[in-house]
């Protein structure tokens, strides 16, 4: 069974910089790629970065583009989330995902970040 766990999330003023981990067990992990989501309160899940299954191809929301790295290491069976330049805006709870082929299967709980101004 897929277990993905997210950690690193706290409360950080803006302007501030946090990594969240997300360690995955159960699945190959090298063979899927992944990616962070994240919901804010009062709003829809939304997409914030993805890496592909050898790391050679990442995308990103417009809105972290520049300010956050998504990154991994297969031999860890782990994705991160470096995030830098932080703002309020970005208070949510962050979510890693996998996708073992068209869809994200499957989900972490979710880790809290929330950003004071």
């Known amino acids: 069974q897929v277990q993905l766990v997210e950690s690193g999330g706290g409360l950080v003023q803006a302007g501030g910089s946090l990594r969240l981990s997300c360690a995955a067990s159960?699945?190959?992990?090298?063979?899927?790629?992944m990616g962070w989501f994240r919901q804010a309160p009062g709003k829809e899940r939304e997409f914030v970065a993805a890496i592909s299954w050898s790391g050679g191809s990442t995308a990103y929301a417009d809105s972290v583009k520049g300010r956050f790295t998504i990154s991994r290491d297969n031999a860890k069976n782990t994705v991160y989330l470096q995030m830098n330049s932080l703002k309020p805006e970005d208070t949510a709870v962050y979510y890693c995902?996998?996708?073992?082929?068209?869809?994200?299967?499957?989900w972490g709980q979710g880790t809290q970040v929330t950003v004071s101004s």
């Open positions: 995902a996998a996708k073992p082929a068209i869809l994200y299967d499957y």
């Open positions: 159960g699945c190959t992990f090298s063979r899927y790629d």
